[in-house]
């Protein structure tokens, strides 16, 4: 992880270990085989320095340089290692830019406006199409036709 | 979210009222064998299956939905990517179509199915691959006349509408801007909505009610109607009396997919609708021997190309794609853009680290654009060690050159719009700093082994044919030589369709459940 997230600037906070539990809530829900495979993976990259031409040595003792360029080599190398590095990097990068403080880095905030486009949005349907939907006021819907329509949206 | 105060004024998605659900977690213990009868069984509730349901409710059959997903209603709709993916896509997103390169692929696992996290753009099939249908394939009735009625009503059950103008956002100014500079048409994007307000999340399920998925339409109408539904219910194989087919059986399921105990329907019709890679893979687990199952695969890849720009655009503000551009349809490339949380963008776009993290920085000054591209190579569905069906596709030279075409186009579309730089979906070329550098892309080996592909549209992979030894179904879905199964998702799609599905998913569900109802009536 230390590898495939930034730490410079805005990304100078300490969040690794959440960003570790945000993966790992992940691994229950993948499928069988990538779920099972995936300690092997880990293994690989921990171990497969020598496979990859970066000498006898592991993972976690190289230095960040040298690490990036080994990910890199595994990430261009054949199908297995490439849909390897590929899981790791993108439930890595999904977890760590989801964290409250790197969206707050970022300054994205999505959830006020759900609440105020909620409301919006009620207000809108009580009201005359013609107003509150000007472009689609003459669109035949599927629902007006049925009185007992469950999806309560007749307008 | 807050939403449960009575005095509050709510949308009226959030007051629809799911009869005839039974959770299949609840009376799923492992040692139960449940047994259900029915006329029709449909396994999936999404794009497909509800559409096709509700259909054969209202011609008067007794109709039972089997869904493997769980029920999660717009009320518990909210911002959060990490929660909602969990909730509402199948292995909480992580799927990956393997081949070179592997293609990040998405769907969803829950009632209403991929239609919950859909983008909502809603798309005729284009008149030309209907007429190559019909005339080159000899699918009787799929021309565009013949299908017009479907499709109309396809756009009423999904109240297919066009954006207001204060839904759109500042990417959208952008897109259509840099697109009119180069003299390309850009077309307004229909899509299944009621009174979209643009808070840009229908990715993860919309929170306002507005998208008019499966889960506020269909399913509800369906189960109004007198349709059942049993949740958490994971078909697994189809039953045979004979050589006919009497009904299916399967499995219990928790959220995360474990077993629970098992199921039997007897019906006289079985539907597939789990989509183009469970459908295949059901079909496999049952023993049905035609070659053809899984093969023929389709994937649309999808390529992202993002603009720099030095205003802040705030992608977080404007709907979800209100144009699309179809100016290069015919080449087999259509551009679309969309905005999207930061993890999935980083997610979605080569690197990581540092250099990776600078690009993330200016998230709020980035327009993500995309190509889709109408693939020509074909992909497999494969059945893996723990039974499971996987994909595998690989890009054939064609599209190697498509997505090269389409991911040059959009940067130049752009740089044309102002953009100082753009990122590109490729390894060993990731940026361009000024239009004169677009030769970069032409120069560059053509290769596929660095390109960042993802898609969320996969089909054909039971594709119909007029006979089994060339595809799956008959040209209404049936599967050739299996009486009793019919299939109505996006595996019968006879060819890869270079637009949006989903509208050509309800339009085909719609259109081949009529002939199950004359045949049902007939027997
Ligand atoms: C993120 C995203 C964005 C998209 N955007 C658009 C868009 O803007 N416009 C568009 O046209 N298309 C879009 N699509 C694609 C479109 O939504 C799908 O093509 C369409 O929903 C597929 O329909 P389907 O019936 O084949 O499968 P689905 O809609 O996926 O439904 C299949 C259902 O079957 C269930 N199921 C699977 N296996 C089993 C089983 N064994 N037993 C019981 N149930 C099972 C699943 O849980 C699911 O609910 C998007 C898709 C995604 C994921
Ligand atoms: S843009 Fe927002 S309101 Fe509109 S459909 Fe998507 S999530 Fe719903």
């Known amino acids: 992880m230390s590898v495939l997230r930034p730490y410079e600037g805005i990304y100078d906070v300490d969040v690794d270990a959440r960003v570790l539990a945000t993966m790992l809530r992940f691994v229950p829900h993948m499928a069988a085989p990538v779920r099972l495979s995936f300690p092997l993976g880990l293994l690989l990259v921990e171990f497969g320095a020598p496979f990859f031409g970066f000498g006898m040595t592991r993972f976690r003792s190289m230095n960040r340089a040298r690490a990036i360029s080994y990910l890199e080599r595994i990430g261009r190398g054949a199908e297995p290692f490439r849909m390897l590095f590929d899981g790791l990097r993108v439930l890595v990068l999904v977890a760590f830019y989801q964290q409250p403080e790197i969206l707050a880095a970022l300054g994205v905030d999505w959830a006020p406006r759900a609440e105020e486009l909620i409301a919006r949005r009620a207000k809108l349907m009580n009201m005359e199409p013609s107003l509150a939907n000007p472009r689609n006021a003459g669109v035949a819907r599927a629902d007006a036709s049925r009185a007992d329509d469950p999806t309560g949206t007749s307008s | ?523």
């Not at chain 2, 059950?157 to 850009?186: C, H, P, S, Y």
């Not at chain 2, 299939?487 to 989903?502: E, H, L, Q, R, T």
């Open chain 2, 1 to 523: 979210m807050n939403n449960g105060a009575a005095d509050i004024l709510l949308p009226p998605e959030f007051g629809i009222r799911y009869q005839n659900i039974e959770d299949g977690q609840k009376i799923g213990a492992r040692s139960v064998v449940r047994k259900y009868d029915a006329d029709v069984v449909i396994v999936g509730s999404g794009a497909g299956g509800a559409p096709a349901a509700r259909r054969l409710t209202d011609a008067g059959f007794d109709v039972l939905i089997l869904e493997e997903g769980e029920l999660h209603t717009t009320e518990s709709f909210s911002t959060d990517l990490i929660e909602q993916s969990l909730k509402l896509y199948r292995d909480a997103g992580s799927t990956m179509i393997a081949g070179r390169p592997p293609i990040i692929f998405t769907e969803g696992r829950c009632v209403g199915g991929s239609t919950v996290i859909n983008g909502g753009m809603s798309w005729r099939t284009p008149d030309r691959v209907l007429d190559h249908w019909s005339r080159d394939l000899g699918l009787n009735e799929t021309d565009p006349k013949s299908m017009e009625p479907y499709f109309d009503e396809a756009e009423r059950i999904l109240n297919v509408e066009f954006q207001n103008e204060d839904t759109l956002g500042m990417n959208d100014k952008l897109f259509v801007r840099g697109a009119k500079k180069l003299g390309w048409e850009v077309q307004d994007n229909p899509r299944n909505m009621k009174r979209c307000v643009g808070l840009n999340n229908c990715g993860i399920g919309c929170p306002t009610g507005a998208k008019q998925s499966m889960l506020v339409t269909e399913v509800p109408r369906a189960l109004s109607a007198g349709a059942r539904m049993v949740t958490s219910a994971r078909a697994t194989k189809v039953l045979f009396d004979g050589g006919r087919v009497s009904g299916i059986a399967g499995r219990f399921v928790t959220p995360l997919g474990r077993r629970l105990g098992r199921f039997e329907v007897r019906a006289r019709l079985v539907v597939l609708a789990a989509g183009a890679r469970f459908t295949p893979g059901i079909l496999k687990r049952s023993w049905l021997r035609n070659p053809n199952i899984g093969s023929g695969l389709h994937t649309h890849p999808n390529a992202k190309v993002i603009g720099v720009f030095k205003d802040r655009i705030d992608p977080t503000r404007g709907t979800h794609q209100a144009h699309q551009i179809h100016h290069f349809l015919e080449e087999g490339l259509l551009f679309g853009y969309a905005a999207v949380q930061p993890g999935l963008l980083a997610a979605t776009t080569p690197g990581f680290g540092e250099e990776h993290g600078r690009r993330m920085e200016l998230y709020h000054h980035m327009l993500t654009a995309g190509v889709l591209v109408e693939d020509t190579g074909e992909g497999k569905v494969v059945m893996g060690p723990d039974l499971q069906p996987y994909m595998r596709f690989t890009l054939d030279k064609s599209d190697v050159e498509k997505v090269h075409l389409g991911v040059r186009l959009l940067a130049e579309q752009m740089f044309a719009a102002g953009a100082y730089k753009v990122f590109l979906p490729f390894a060993e070329l990731p940026e361009l700093k000024s239009v004169d550098d677009l030769g970069r892309i032409d120069a560059r080996k053509h290769v596929r082994h660095d390109i960042e592909l993802m898609t969320v549209h996969i089909m054909s992979s039971a594709r119909m044919r007029k006979t089994a030894q060339e595809g799956v179904c008959d040209s209404a879905g049936r599967v050739h030589d299996t009486p009793g199964l019919a299939i109505a998702d996006a595996s019968v799609i006879p060819s890869s369709i270079g637009v949006n599905p989903m509208e050509t998913i309800v339009a085909l569900a719609l259109r081949n459940a009529d002939r199950w109802i004359d045949d049902l009536k007939r027997r």
